[in-house]
């Protein structure tokens, strides 16, 4: 600022000590003409002049480092010699040797142009980066100055002539001006230098400090920083619980300190449909989501227990001392119940849930890591139960978490197709006995000729997307095998095949079955599709096309276990299904209860007052046999007339020459013994 000034007076003297030898000619006479009732604008003129000539000289001979756009070079310059040409203007004026439309008219117009110019390249161009302000300044100008002040004495020699008082006037001015420029630029520059050797000293301060470590105050800095790096590396930064690193260290120092008496029960914690609450709500919500539950859980911990994150939405908890099993249980009661209380963040509510797996120390692990695994595997089983539940660790639950990880292993081996085998169900018409198609099952023969059914592998399968390739596996087997049945021994069976709900989700299911559809001996009605009520509950919309699309092709379609979910009879009317399979447990509490007994009843009637065939899954007992034919039931399949089996047993039993004699098990009546089949005719069923 102090240069600034400094620039100010010193250039605005030299400019007036210049206007007053050039345009007044050191005269008196032609200075007070100026305050004439004619010369009243034109001191007005010639100092508005003189305010732009020195204002824009000062201004950019004193700007520090930056970029001035090129538009207002533009601007600047023209006004910078507008000021110029107004001065020569006056001059000539003056001493009466203006012409009219000489050369000062003509820079007028030029100096016009040029602001003009400039005001094009503004509307035309950006305007930013007027200076860039990332840049340090050096507060020292432009070196140029002092040439430029030099430049004024010699400017008045030539064009007034030497006088020695005005000469020593303008050194003067101009010795004194170096003078104190010098002075203000060593003062800023040992200013900077001042201030860099201060911040070397405390540099070097610091480095003698962390090196010698001698004084306490050296010390404070690298203490702060290193409880900083430790709070970072010991405590989630969301939440502020401890995190997985802190935690599995602490458990280890825990373990190896652990009284013979005491034991460690580790809660491992899982947030229900927290994917969903990011989803939906945003991770910004998830967040605040997961600082309440923390908070919850940090308010729940008492003396000699921990609380951690464990990352994402998993957590753990473990208490030091002597919890029995019971009050393990009521702890990890009280755990969910604190955390599934609502959350209310704004105007959203949130109903949260939680799942925990406990293991203890030293009853049900060994090491830490054991521990951990132990309380994951609880933790899964927990999970599978449902929302807000809780599992103890034991071995028969790690023993279905192996055969888990073991089927999950079997199914991501490419060939595993060739491990998998179908089965066939008979099923057979009443009253007639006649053998009318079969239910094709599928079976996963392990390396240890061990025969697993799809309760065990099929859900697994879903859940790691497998599903898709065995069911269109199964489909392409089905069919070849009823395609070799019928066109062999001149049958019309019909093949009933599951279809799972994410392979309704699949174009490669509706693919395959185009696919399979173009073997010319294959006749579309030798397939019979089975959905899941679940699915015929879906959407409207949904079952519509599904329903169409198997129509269409010439498939019969059956709604497979009706009766075990939430049933609603209205699509019933909707979809013209082939068969409703009364599902087992009605079959098996019909015999023993007269309410299951009517509810069967009811769904037989429903199903012929709409035109649906019946047919009874899991007939075992002659009894309810009997039943069924009273009840007016058209078909059935059970182990009673056949289990599953492979095809060459099914082939042998039921179609070959040796099987004629069991296509048709009786024409009569009710009961196994006039359906031409007693148990024991028929071997392995």
């Known amino acids: 600022m102090a240069k600034l000034v400094l620039d100010i ?15 007044f000619n050191r005269s008196t006479t032609d200075f007070l003409f100026l305050f004439t009732s004619e010369g009243v604008f034109s001191v007005i003129s010639i100092l508005g002049d003189l305010i732009c000539y020195v204002g824009i000289a000062i201004w950019y001979l004193s700007i520090r480092k930056g970029n001035i756009p ?13 000021a110029l040409t107004d001065l020569y203007y006056y001059y000539v004026l003056y001493h009466h040797i203006y012409i009219v439309d000489s050369s000062v008219d003509f820079s007028y117009l030029m100096t ?22 990332n840049e340090l300044y050096s507060n020292t100008g432009r070196r140029s100055k002092e040439l430029i002040t ?19 006037m303008f050194i003067s001015l101009i010795v004194i001006y170096i003078a104190l420029d010098s002075y203000f630029e060593s003062s800023i520059k040992n200013k900077d230098l001042l201030k860099r050797e201060l911040q070397i000293n405390n540099e070097l301060e610091c480095i003698i400090a962390d090196r010698t470590q001698k004084l306490s105050e050296t010390n404070m800095e690298l203490h702060k920083k290193n409880k900083e790096l430790s709070y970072l590396s010991n405590v989630d930064t969301l939440t502020q619980l401890y995190n997985r690193r802190y935690f599995l260290k602490t458990l280890d120092i825990s373990i190896a300190k652990l009284d013979s008496d005491q034991t460690i029960s580790l809660f491992y914690m899982d947030l229900d449909r927290f994917k969903l609450i990011n989803d939906t709500y945003g991770h910004q919500m998830g967040d605040q989501v997961l600082i309440e539950i923390s908070n919850r859980l940090a308010r729940s911990t008492c003396e000699n227990s ?54 203890i120390y030293p009853h049900d692990a060994q090491t830490a890591d054991l521990l951990m695994k132990n309380a994951d595997i609880s933790l899964y089983h927990a999970k599978s139960q449902g929302t807000n539940k809780f599992a103890m660790f034991d071995f028969s639950i790690n023993k279905r978490t192996q055969k888990r990880n073991e089927i999950e292993l079997f199914l991501q081996k490419g060939d595993f197709f060739k491990d998998l085998k179908l089965f066939y169900q008979p099923q057979f018409s009443i009253p007639d006995g ?21 309760v065990e592998f099929i859900q697994i399968a879903e859940e790691t997307d497998q599903i898709n390739e065995i069911g269109i596996w199964v489909l392409k087997e089905a069919v070849e095998q009823i395609i070799d049945w019928n066109t062999t021994y001149g049958q019309n069976l019909k093949m009933g095949i599951n279809i799972s709900p994410k392979q309704l989700d699949s174009t490669n299911l509706f693919k395959a079955l185009n696919d399979v559809t173009q073997e010319s001996r294959f006749d579309p009605q030798w397939l019979d599709i089975e959905i899941t009520e679940n699915i015929a509950m879906d959407s409207e919309y949904r079952l519509s096309q599904i329903f169409n699309l198997f129509k269409s092709i010439g498939m019969s379609v059956s709604v497979d276990d009706f009766g075990t979910g939430y049933s609603s009879i209205s699509y019933l009317k909707h979809y013209t299904f082939d068969r409703l399979k009364i599902a087992k447990p009605l079959i098996d509490s019909m015999v023993t209860n007269q309410a299951g007994k009517q509810i069967v009843q009811a769904i037989i009637l429903l199903a012929k007052t709409i035109g649906i065939n019946t047919i009874a ?59 031409s089949l007693v148990p024991g005719q028929v071997p392995n069923i």
Not at 70 to 82: E, K, N, S, T, W
Not at 618 to 628: F, H, K, P, S
Not at 641 to 660: H, N, R, V
């Open 9 to 23: 007076v010193t250039f605005s003297g030299i400019c007036l000590l210049l206007a007053w030898i050039i345009l």
């Open 70 to 82: 090129l538009y207002f070079r533009f601007v600047l310059g023209g006004i910078f010699f507008f």
């Open 112 to 133: 016009l142009l040029l602001v003009a110019f400039g005001g094009l390249l503004a509307m035309r161009f950006d305007k930013t980066n007027f200076i860039n302000s």
């Open 150 to 168: 030099l430049l004024c004495p010699i400017i008045a020699i030539i064009v007034q002539g030497f006088i020695l008082a005005e000469f020593l």
């Open 306 to 359: 921990t609380v951690a994150r464990m990352g994402g939405d998993e957590f753990v908890f473990a208490y030091i001392g002597l919890l029995d099993h019971n009050s393990a249980i009521e702890m990890a009661k009280k755990l969910i119940s604190t955390c599934s209380e609502e959350i209310i963040i704004d105007d959203y509510v949130f109903n949260p849930g939680l799942c925990i797996g406990v293991s």
């Open 434 to 454: 006649k053998l009318i198609g079969m239910e094709a099952l599928i079976r996963w023969i392990s390396n240890k000729n061990k025969i697993m059914t799809p």
């Open 617 to 675: 899954e899991g007939v075992e007992t002659q009894e309810q046999l009997d039943v069924l034919t009273e009840l007016g039931c058209e078909q059935i399949q059970g182990f009673l007339l056949g289990k599953p089996m492979p095809a060459d047993e099914f082939e042998a039993l039921f179609l070959s020459t040796q099987g004629e004699a069991f296509q048709s098990l009786g024409t009569t009546n009710t009961h196994l013994a006039n359906f």
